[in-house]
């Protein structure tokens, strides 16, 4: 099964949701290209969804270390969640989970985000622009 990749953005966080494999050639080179286009749009805070992954070979780990190494570069924040028990025991054997933050669910790989934000008439709150009590 080839690389699908699914985007979609919810509240500034842009998510890449990956079903299929990840192994060297044409389902890398998808990944790369996806994670530079959303630079290239400035969006810089990312979710790999990696739920529906149905395999990885080292090419797709390395591919992995990659992109957070580029979005890190550009500012920005990539992150992990659904692993799968076979992925997360991959990334255990080396010291990647100590490179990525993993959330289990794609709604707290979200929310750990968080924005402060200053509104000049409600003062500071968490969240995304706008302000919620100017609305």
Sequence with gaps: MALRIERREIGGVHI???????????????????????????????????GDLTFIDS????????????????G???KLTRLGARLQDVLQIGPLLEVFE????????VGSFGWWCQC?????????PPCPKCQ
Aim: aromatic residues 4%; charged residues 25%; glycine residues 10%.
């Design 102 to 109: 993993v959330f289990p669910t794609e709604a707290v790989a």
């Design 76 to 78: 920005g924040m990539l």
């Design 59 to 74: 090419a797709g780990l390395g591919e992995l270390v990659r992109a957070h190494q580029a979005v890190k570069a550009e």
């Design 16 to 50: 890449l949701a990956l079903a299929g494999r990840l192994v060297y050639g044409e389902e890398t080179s998808a990944l790369r290209e996806a994670i530079s286009e959303l630079l290239l749009e400035e969006k810089r805070n990312i979710v790999l969804n990696l």
């Design 120 to 128: 000049d008439k409600h003062g500071a709150y968490l969240g995304p």
